[in-house]
């Protein structure tokens, strides 16, 4: 079995009973990470339903992956648990906030599993997160979201199952193996809808580091924050970068501070004189050439005109990552959006597109793991000929009307607690 087709659970150390496996018989697991000191009758029984049990995976933190290996996986050990971030405030009232500075708003994988993706040429990518604190505190919605979340960015996260879970399971609990039974309905779904995985990235910006050293913190809290304000862009390797990487960009925002390599200063040359937009700081803008004041006036960069396109420069170094998305978002226009979500909340928006480009899709998940209590809704520019939602706690995907007006056309979204996707076929070729 070829690891891009495993499914994984992380087997508990508490199940030395080789009768628990019948818990997989209906549903898509086929891949077994036993712990150490397991029984060799687990591995014996697993072998004997077809279930895979491979060597220990060589986990390791996201900015320690060797991405020259030859590794046949990318496994990510320091991956969160989706869910709301709240930072408790010490005052008597027991109030709780969350920002996009300091305490995080959310907790989610999006951006590393956007980044991992990009730098692991073509190798499955697997992630992780270590156990929580309390696990007693865990919410069944949140295993729900951390597999949705996974097979969204193309991913897969290995089951782990909390111990009161585990015990709960192993004595046949009713409401244990209800949740059992619903989890494996919605990696069924999943694993249904792989063919998902082959879309490519649905975005106007273009993020472009090296996402190492000096550069490393930066460049992660910049992909790690536009995703928070649902501004979609696609990682760059600036050592990688062709020419079709900036193909139907808006924008391209240089992180790196150093001077900009000749190779990407030719291709970004050309970007910005046929029209797109630059942000970077001093050092790497002073390379490109041709550049001219502009009449435009921004409190944090000085713009330039340059061809048919701009270029901004930033008046310091960036120190606040939310700012500097905020700004990239405001600079390179919300026009540009190819999907915008409203009344979102805690729900993110990952977009992507079908290879021929006639269909795109949201994928959106909710970190809140309950219902919106306002109408959310998804608006495009491009004329739609068709809207269709799927959820996999649903039958069947369900038609959206389109409510369709000059300049723009809007969908409104059924309520959905964990993840739904929709999908919208265009009109016209994009």
Request: charged fraction near 20%; aromatic fraction near 8%.
């Amino acid at each position: 079995m070829s690891l891009s087709s495993s499914i994984p659970l992380e087997w508990p150390a508490s199940w030395r009973d080789p009768a628990l496996l019948k818990l997989l018989d209906d549903g898509p697991i086929n891949t077994l990470l036993l712990p150490a000191g397991a029984v060799p009758e687990i591995r014996a029984a697993a072998g004997s339903r077809k279930l895979e049990c491979p060597a220990p995976v060589a986990w390791c933190a996201l900015k320690e992956v060797d991405w020259r290996s030859g590794a046949g996986l990318v496994a990510i050990s320091d991956g969160v648990w989706p869910d709301l971030a709240l930072k408790s405030q010490s005052n008597s009232a027991g109030d709780v906030s969350g920002g996009p500075t300091g305490a995080p708003w959310l907790d989610a994988n999006g951006w590393a599993l956007q980044l991992a993706r990009c730098r692991a040429a073509g190798r499955p990518v697997w992630i992780k997160a270590p156990a929580p604190e309390n696990p007693a505190t865990m919410s069944f919605s949140t295993y729900l979201l951390a597999a949705c979340e996974a097979a969204a960015y193309g991913a897969r996260r290995p089951v782990w199952l909390a111990p009161q879970w585990a015990d709960g399971l192993a004595q046949a609990n009713a409401s244990a193996l209800a949740d059992w039974r619903r989890l494996m309905q919605t990696m069924r779904w999943l694993e249904e809808h792989r063919a998902w995985d082959a879309w490519s990235t649905l975005a106007r910006l273009a993020v472009v580091s090296d996402f190492s050293g000096a550069n490393e913190y930066n460049a992660s809290e910049v992909l790690n924050l536009s995703a928070r304000r649902n501004l979609a862009f696609v990682p760059v390797e600036k050592a990688k970068i062709t020419a079709a990487d900036l193909k139907s960009r808006r924008a391209v925002l240089y992180v790196d501070a150093g001077p900009m390599p000749a190779p990407v200063v030719a291709l970004v040359q050309k970007f910005v004189e046929t029209g797109g937009l630059l942000l970077s700081m001093k050092e790497p803008a002073a390379a490109i050439k041709g550049v001219r004041p502009s009449r435009e006036q921004h409190p944090r960069f000085t713009l330039f005109d340059c061809g048919k396109g701009r270029v901004a420069v930033s008046k310091a170094e960036w120190e606040d990552q939310y700012v500097l998305a905020q700004d990239t978002h405001l600079l390179m226009s919300r026009r540009h959006d190819a999907i915008r979500l409203f009344n979102g909340g805690s729900i993110t928006c990952y977009q992507t597109q079908s290879a021929d480009g006639r269909k795109w899709l949201a994928h959106l998940m909710n970190y809140a793991g309950r219902m919106a209590a306002h109408q959310v809704s998804l608006q495009t520019w491009q004329a739609i000929k068709s809207a269709r939602v799927y959820n996999p706690e649903k039958q069947a995907p369900v038609d959206l009307e389109i409510h369709r007006d000059p300049g723009q056309q809007e969908v409104y979204l059924p309520s959905f607690s964990v993840y739904c996707a929709v999908e919208l076929e265009l009109t016209n070729h994009a």
